[in-house]
């Protein structure tokens, strides 16, 4: 078994994944093997592949959820105080429904060496960061699926963490919101350099937003493919890539 | 429905209800001491107030009601929140739940005058106990009941230690749970007051037992209407507290 390390040296990398294999249960067959990953600080790097082949799986694991069976999972974290290593957001929003948004986004601040003060400031600003600063004192009921989504995004943030993990995020949105909120996202991205993991079953999606795709295919599944990308949102530079990377998955495909 | 045709409707269906009540006590088809009529309760409320038994009673009832009540919502919740939250106690502790479950609280009574004597406390004992099944059920769904996914959303924040997850997520989570059981309790322990005071513990049920021996049919309606009045009014103020603490709800 083998749990998140934490390490204090400042390198390049942020996440350094060794070996790992993943398995639900004792006796089970591995889900995930043989996964090695380095990760740039400051890069945006999307995972993709058919359901069910383990990406979410292998970002549980990243962010301490799930252990992994073997192999070592590293997360190089910065010196300064008052920060999380990672920050989370997931496809439902996953706010407390008792809590006003300024309050939820302090959630994962309340448990860090950071005062009262400090916390809200920090809140204040996350949700200026996802632009929904006049909606502090809401209740969660009162917003639309998208601006939750930017409150939980807003979450993530506020605990200032070293690589933000973001798991299908937009997978339940309607398109248009979608597409607004993948424009935000590159935004943030832009804007506070932060290192972002972001699993997706959507090829335009992951060509669109990441500067590297890592595609994960086969039983038990393994990393098949690992590019960069700079495709960005359009022309035919974006459709030969998404085309590309749709045969890779299904040639690694099955059942 | 507007509120205020709701309020004009309710007041109409008391009204009558207390008048075909009247008709049928005054028309003779009933004896009066079987069936007083409603119109006698003010004048024993007025006998029974100006000799002050009225408000003795109910402060003793009260008081009864309200240590009672207090002692099993508290034992109850957090007995039905241990057992939801730790597998080990649910087991342990299941086949003792069972067992003691089924039995009434008035089955009580002969311990709780054993144990307490006729006295304050065998009151509060039964009503405590009666309090406590409703909210250790109610308090051990809602724990239970508690989405998965609000756990584990404290775990990736920081927040997945016992105190945290406990105050935080899982009871902020189960509250809509817990206090409907403790509406629950708060009707049925007024119902176990009466039961509790019927064998000569002062209080609502001893006047009422009293006034019966004496065939006073009355005097025995005026104790049923300050028991409705009594479970009304706290039914009533809990609701207000209750829609403050759960404003975060649609």
Redesign the interface.
């Known amino acids: 078994m083998a749990a998140v390390t934490l390490s204090k040296t400042a390198i390049a990398s942020v996440i350094d994944l060794e070996d790992v294999s993943i398995g639900y249960g004792k006796d089970a067959p591995p889900v995930l093997v043989d996964v090695n990953l380095s990760i740039e600080r400051g890069s945006f790097v999307a995972i993709v592949g058919p359901s069910g082949v383990g990406k979410s799986t292998l970002l549980r694991v990243v ?3 799930h252990t992994a069976r073997s192999g070592g999972v590293t997360i190089h974290q910065d010196q300064r105080p008052g920060h ?1 290593p ?1 920050g ?1 957001v ?1 496809q ?1 929003a ?1 706010l ?5 948004v300024i309050r939820n986004v302090e ?2 601040l ?3 060496p950071v005062s009262r003060d400090e916390r809200r400031r920090r809140a204040e600003a996350a949700l200026k960061l996802v632009r929904l600063d006049g909606y502090a004192r809401r ?3 009162e917003l639309s699926g998208g601006q939750r989504q930017r409150i939980g995004i807003a ?1 993530a943030m506020a ?1 200032d963490p070293d690589i933000l993990l973001m798991d299908e995020p937009f997978g339940a949105l309607d398109a248009i919101t979608r597409h607004n909120l993948q424009d935000e996202l590159r935004r943030i991205h832009q804007e506070t350099g932060k290192t972002v993991l972001f699993v997706t079953h959507d090829l335009e999606e992951a060509v669109h937003l990441a500067d590297r795709i890592i595609v994960l295919g086969g039983t038990p599944a393994r990393v098949v493919r690992d590019v960069r990308n700079s495709a960005g949102r359009d022309g035919a530079v974006f459709r030969d890539q998404v085309e590309q990377l749709r045969s890779e998955i299904a040639d690694n495909y099955s059942i | 429905m507007k509120t205020y045709n709701k309020i004009a409707l309710s007041a109409l269906g008391v009204i009558v209800f207390l008048l075909a009540w009247e008709a049928v006590a005054r028309s003779g088809v009933v004896p009066a001491r079987l069936l007083p009529s409603p119109s006698a309760v003010p004048a024993a409320f007025l006998t029974e107030f100006n000799s002050g038994t009225w408000q003795a009673m109910v402060l003793a009832s009260l008081s009864h009601y309200l240590v009672g009540l207090s002692l099993g919502t508290f034992l109850g919740v957090s007995f039905g929140t241990a057992a939801a939250l730790w597998g080990k106690w649910d087991a342990f502790q299941a086949w003792v739940v069972r067992m003691l479950r089924p039995i009434p609280a008035i089955a009580w009574i002969p311990f709780a005058i054993i144990w307490f004597g006729v006295s304050e406390g065998a009151a509060s004992f039964l009503i405590a106990l009666t309090v406590f099944w409703i909210n250790y059920y109610a308090s051990y769904a809602a724990v239970r009941g508690v989405d998965k996914d609000l756990i584990e959303l404290g775990y990736a924040f920081g927040q997945g230690g016992l105190i945290p997850r406990l105050f935080k997520i899982i009871l902020p989570g189960a509250l809509p749970g817990i206090l409907s059981g403790l509406r629950a309790g708060l009707g049925q322990g007024w119902m176990t007051v009466v039961a509790a005071e019927l064998f000569g513990i002062s209080g609502l049920g001893m006047r009422m037992m009293e006034a019966s021996g004496l065939l006073a049919t009355h005097i025995v309606v005026l104790y049923m209407v300050t028991i409705a009045l009594l479970y009304g009014v706290s039914d009533f103020l809990f609701m207000q507290v209750q829609s403050r603490v759960l404003s975060w709800q649609r």
């Open positions: 962010a301490g959820l999380r990672v989370l997931f439902d996953r407390l429904p008792w809590r006003r959630f994962g309340e448990g860090l209740w969660p009921y979450r605990v």
